[in-house]
């Protein structure tokens, strides 16, 4: 596979920063995240361009992580408010 490298610059723009990465739909994080693997086998890319490809992978891994994060604190505090909800109508019926 050869990696257009303006695209690939242009990929790199696109999520240079946390407010550009935070701005990206989760979809779109795993399209990011497989070209940036992709990139990193390519053999026609410069040493320097993978690894910019790899630090590219490490925000986007932990930016995935820090909403898969945010939406198990969502989850559980929705668990914690149905039980309470449920403990009062228990006690509201006896």
């Known amino acids: 596979?050869?990696?257009?490298?303006?695209?690939?610059?242009?990929?790199?723009?696109?999520?240079?920063s946390d407010e550009k990465l935070?701005?990206?739909?989760?979809?779109?994080l795993g399209d990011y995240r497989t070209y940036f693997?992709?990139?990193?086998?390519?053999?026609?890319?410069?040493?320097?361009?993978?690894?910019?490809?790899?630090?590219?992978?490490?925000?986007?891994?932990?930016?995935?992580?820090?909403r898969r994060y945010l939406v198990g604190i969502g989850v559980t505090l929705l668990g914690i408010v149905v039980a309470i909800v449920f403990g009062m109508m228990r006690s509201c019926v006896k």
Request: charged residues 35%.
């Open 1 to 16: 596979m050869a990696v257009n490298r303006q695209e690939f610059w242009q990929k790199v723009t696109e999520i240079d």
């Open 37 to 66: 693997v992709e990139v990193q086998y390519d053999p026609t890319l410069p040493e320097w361009e993978k690894t910019a490809a790899s630090n590219h992978l490490d925000r986007l891994k932990d930016e995935i992580a820090r």
């Open 22 to 28: 935070r701005g990206v739909c989760l979809r779109q």
